[in-house]
């Protein structure tokens, strides 16, 4: 045996056991690490490729049009010359911006807004709550048919919707005028008093039942122990429902409220079909987004109309960043 292999064998030159070495320590096994890599990237290819199809339907849907609007809102059209050769498109920066906002017309449009607003949202917020509740209280009975009841002029579009109050608002057709005619009730729905009304009439008929659908999930998500032990402690009804139940949904309560601030901005078809009809007191710029139509499809300034756009938008964002603030305050001071 080579001294070489004895020193190995922990063998010394005298025969002596001599120190051993310790054999080389096997390399660590990659395979948890790159596991782990692995595992972590298939998680981010799998959320990339769920979120590819929304990216590209919200650029498509949403920031080409936006932009577009941008863009075009820059231009306008003036005729060249003596005007044979037609009108020319020439870069006119916010000058477009300045004429909506020096129209009387698009400023009366948003004092409209105003009004409609200060009508429509308390008798919608409120009114979808007041029925969410009544559903989720133990008095309520066939639940799903009043639901149903409820959600099924949603079904129906908007359009469809307008021109069926509108025959029930016109007295020579309409049931209902004729029966308060006969109760001694004069009201013309398409007076200029009457036309505000008239149209929030026509936007709860259609979205009360869906924001009471919305309310009525949430409540009905609501943990049963904490109304039980309510109870318990002696709280009625109505403290039940305005201290336990509403601050338990409000979520949904935010979310309800800014998706109507949101689609009261964007009134349009009710006041449209309204002003087709005979003795209606409703302009073509009636609201900001019939003083945009006006621009675009009867005086073909493009320009414009897309100015208009763009200050609707603005103050669509300005709002909802208001409303989600202030929820957001009042939670925040809430010990």
């Known amino acids: 045996m080579s001294t070489h292999d004895a020193e190995r064998r922990g063998v010394g030159r005298a025969g002596v056991p001599g120190p051993r070495t310790a054999p080389p320590k096997a390399p660590r096994s990659p395979g948890r690490p790159s596991q782990a890599l692995s595992s972590r990237t298939r998680t981010r290819l799998a959320a990339g490729t769920l979120l590819t199809p929304f990216f590209a339907l919200f650029t498509v849907a949403m920031i080409v049009p936006v932009g577009y609007a941008l863009w075009l809102s820059l231009f306008t059209e003036k005729q060249s010359g003596l005007g044979f050769d037609g009108p ?57 048919f009043f639901q149903l009841a409820l959600f099924l002029p949603h079904a129906i579009p908007g359009l469809i919707a307008a021109l069926i109050w509108i025959y029930l608002y016109t007295p020579q057709l309409s049931p209902v005028v004729a029966a308060m005619e006969a109760g001694g009730i004069g009201f013309d729905f398409f007076s200029s008093e009457g036309t505000l009304p008239s149209i929030v009439n026509i936007a709860l008929w259609q979205w009360l039942g869906y924001n009471v ?15 039980e032990a309510a109870t318990v402690d002696g709280a009625g009804n109505w403290r039940i429902a305005f201290s336990v139940k509403l601050p338990l949904i409000r979520s949904s309560l935010v979310m ?12 349009f078809t009710e006041p449209l079909i309204l002003s087709r009809g005979s003795g209606s007191a409703v302009t073509s710029t009636w609201t900001p987004n019939m003083y945009a139509y006006s621009a675009a499809f009867e005086r073909n300034d493009y320009g414009l109309a897309a ?10 964002a300005v709002l909802s960043y208001l409303v989600t603030r202030f929820t957001n305050r009042r939670k925040e001071a809430r010990p």
């Open 213 to 227: 659908v919305i309310f009525y999930a949430a409540l009905q998500a609501v943990d049963r122990s904490l109304l």
């Open 307 to 316: 100015a208009a756009s763009v200050l609707i938008a603005l103050v669509a």
């Open 256 to 267: 309800v409220l800014l998706f109507t601030v949101i689609g009261s901005l964007q009134l």
């Open 88 to 144: 020319r498109t020439v870069f006119d920066g916010l000058g477009n911006y300045a004429t909506a906002l020096g129209d009387q017309a698009f400023r009366d449009g948003f004092r409209v807004l105003l009004g409609y607003c200060a009508l429509y949202l308390p008798l919608m917020i409120g009114g979808a709550i007041a029925l969410a509740l009544l559903l989720d209280s133990a008095l309520a009975r066939a639940r799903r």
